[in-house]
């Protein structure tokens, strides 16, 4: 394999626009190579069979304290959150640790939870729609895209709407990695004091009320059921894990439905073939769902996981404290594993795709994106059913993310409604 160093930032905004063709290069030359990402230092793995394994090799560890010093001073901004403790959350955790706290979010964000939301996911959508479905035009992510999954969110939560804004602009700040360090560290210290608050207040109206919920029913919201169950065995969620917890689920639960639905309407529009094909027949919407996930994701590459002793894989050697960058978007088109896997195929049979991970860290949230996506996307396209895209390909804006795949922007027009 080849051992220069490829600056991933260095590509910028090609690599942000279409990364897709650098993990073809890298998959046939070198599917394990050493990196940087807005100065992390890494190995971009890229094969399909090389990101399944590592998804869950025990000698890779999401914990942080494992990382080798010199990556903290190359990249400060990922870890601007470590101060006020909001990185100790599950994604960011091994077993037992891991184990313990998914047990808890598990007890509360269920199956049937889940499920019971999509009245309120189709009343969300409906009145997005007809905020702008009279005009002909609409700017999707703004418009559409991105308020849909936070109100869903905030909404379970309980986490009063008007606030929306407010996170709105502190989740971009976190997720784009800004070049200012800082910029990050003040982003988070909004959203821990402002999550601090709420906990409290709720905690102290638990209290006061002096009765617990016993069952998932009786819970007002899903912040009230972590309280509960954070009570009921010694305390198995503490105030700092309760409140990196909800800083999770906040960003988690809104980025991935964002860019499910931009980056799986832009696909159709530069596919017309399939666009007229699941206009044709919405029941194929949830295998849609799948392809759009698979063909271009909503995350690109994982957050970093750090070797935790020398890692013999082929023909390179991860040393301890390497950080391991998995790019799921690289592996979900891989030719050994997919069919003509740059090719939009809304009836693709294999959806073996790792857009929500892998092993114990899988998505918790995965069921309530797809269900997002699903009711999301097919009510714009009975809506809304002639979409044009209104900007040329080189007026669309890409998030320059370390991790995430998709747009600012995503202008359209279709014949109004009278």
């Known amino acids: 394999m080849t051992r220069d160093v490829l600056d991933l930032s260095a590509l910028e905004p090609a690599y942000s626009i279409d990364p897709y063709p650098v993990y073809a290069e890298s998959r046939g030359a070198a599917p394990i190579r050493r990196v940087t990402l807005r100065g992390l230092p890494g190995w971009l793995v890229t094969r399909y069979e090389d990101v399944e394994r590592l998804f869950t ?9 494992h990382t080798d010093p010199a990556i903290r001073k190359a990249a400060p901004w990922e870890f601007a959150d470590e101060s006020m403790g909001l990185s100790r959350h599950m994604l960011q955790l091994d077993p037992p640790e891991h184990t313990r706290l998914r047990r808890v979010v598990s007890a509360v964000f269920t199956a049937r939870r889940v499920k019971a939301l999509a009245p309120r996911v189709e009343q969300i959508t409906d009145e997005l729609l007809a905020s702008f479905e009279a005009r ?4 999707l992510i703004e418009e559409f895209a991105t308020p849909l999954p936070i109100v869903v969110i905030m909404g379970m939560l309980g986490i009063p709407l008007e606030d929306q804004h407010a996170f709105r602009a502190w989740t971009t700040t976190v997720m784009s990695g800004p070049d200012d360090p800082q910029d990050a560290v003040d982003a988070f210290g909004s959203i821990h004091r402002y999550l601090t608050e709420l906990v409290d207040s709720r905690k102290a109206a638990a209290a006061r009320s002096g009765s617990a919920a016993t069952s998932e029913a009786e819970h007002r919201d899903l912040l009230d059921a972590l309280i509960a169950v954070r009570d009921e065995d010694d305390g ?3 105030d700092q894990e309760l409140v990196a917890m909800l800083r999770l689920l906040l960003i988690a639960g809104t980025e991935t439905t964002t860019n499910l639905i931009g980056n799986g309407v832009l696909a159709l529009l530069r596919h017309p073939d399939q666009l007229d094909l699941l206009r044709g027949d919405l029941s194929l919407m949830e295998n ?3 392809e759009f996930l698979r063909y271009d994701g909503p995350l690109d590459i994982t957050p970093a996981r750090y070797a935790t002793e020398d890692i013999a894989y082929g023909d390179v050697v991860i040393e301890a404290g390497d950080a391991v960058l ?18 939009l195929d809304l009836r ?25 996506g699903r009711i999301a996307l097919t009510a714009l396209l009975e809506r809304c059913p002639d979409l044009k895209l209104s900007a040329a390909d080189e007026e669309l804006i890409w998030r320059q993310d370390p991790y995430v795949h998709g747009l600012r922007n995503l202008p359209l027009t279709f014949t109004a409604k009278v």
């Open 57 to 65: 090799d025990p000698r890779l560890s999401k914990d942080r304290v």
């Open 136 to 139: 002909g035009n609409v700017e």
């Open 236 to 238: 198995r969620l503490d």
């Open 288 to 290: 849609a769902v799948e």
């Open 326 to 343: 998995l790019a799921i978007g690289a592996a979900s088109r891989d030719p050994d594993h997919f069919d003509d896997p740059d090719r």
């Open 348 to 372: 693709r049979a294999d959806r073996r795709h790792m857009a929500f991970g892998h092993g114990v860290h899988y998505c918790l949230g995965a069921p309530l994106a797809r269900l997002e």
